[in-house]
């Protein structure tokens, strides 16, 4: 079945710091990719999505490139702030079995300090 | 203004007991969501109605039963609370059901506490 890989965490950086977190994914077909960000105590936002091969998605400051051949979907941002510590999972939409579903990774924490 | 929202945010409850979790969107989507964020912040859906209708059941034990009254709304009601089922429950939706593109948008959650 579909799945998606990303690295573990937590991870800590410190302000300015160039930031990138790994997502890999197994999918049939041709899956959208998204990135959602939960910061403590909320929901999901999404952050950015890229919905077919080499498309990038960017918000905030955040990127990420759809990468057919790697089958990837790395998140970056040249310069992290203590704001944007919280909780990143990668996603992607499966549209098997008829709905339409996000299958996610892990989640990867994401710690910025002074 | 709210786009999705849960009802309660918090619930403490004893094993055994019977609860129920509303949602309710503004935003005119078609279909909606539950998934399940356990401890390690995992995230799983467990449900998906599209105008009323079930169209994902993803082996949940049939002691979740999801009602949908009207495609606004989305309430998940749950039987004989185990220990198990503590976790944050999320509601979401998006536009449509079958196009691969839709953002879903989530609600604030509800952390569900069974002692």
């Known amino acids: 079945g579909n799945s998606v890989t990303q690295m573990e965490g937590p991870v800590t950086l410190s302000e300015e710091a160039f930031l990138t977190i790994n997502c890999t994914y197994t999918a049939t077909g041709y899956p959208s990719l998204f990135w959602y960000v939960q910061y403590p105590g909320e929901g999901l936002q999404l952050l950015l999505k890229a919905t077919k091969a080499d498309d990038k998605g960017s918000n905030k400051g955040f990127e990420a490139t759809y990468r057919k051949e790697t089958t990837s979907f790395h998140l970056e941002k040249g310069s992290v702030q203590v704001s944007d510590s919280a909780v990143y999972f990668c996603?992607?939409?499966?549209?098997?079995?008829?709905?339409?579903?996000?299958?996610f990774g892990t989640g990867t924490q994401l710690k910025v300090e002074l | 203004d709210t786009a999705v929202s849960q009802t309660p945010k918090y619930l403490v409850t004893q094993m055994g007991n019977d609860k129920s979790i509303k949602c309710e969107q503004n935003?005119?989507?078609?279909?909606m969501y539950w998934y399940k964020q356990d401890s390690k912040k995992f995230l799983k859906i467990m449900f998906s109605?599209?105008?009323?209708?079930?169209?994902i059941n993803e082996t949940v034990p049939n002691r979740f039963s999801p009602k949908s009254p009207d495609k606004a709304h989305l309430n998940l009601h749950i039987n004989s609370l185990e220990l198990g089922d503590s976790a944050v429950y999320f509601c979401?939706?998006?536009?449509?059901?079958?196009?691969?593109?839709?953002?879903?948008?989530f609600g604030p959650g509800t952390r569900l506490t069974v002692l």
């Open positions: 979401a939706s998006s536009k449509s059901r079958g196009i691969g593109t839709d953002t879903q948008y």
């Open positions: 109605y599209n105008n009323k209708e079930l169209i």
């Open positions: 935003l005119g989507h078609d279909t």
């Open positions: 996603a992607l939409n499966d549209l098997t079995g008829g709905g339409n579903k996000l299958t």
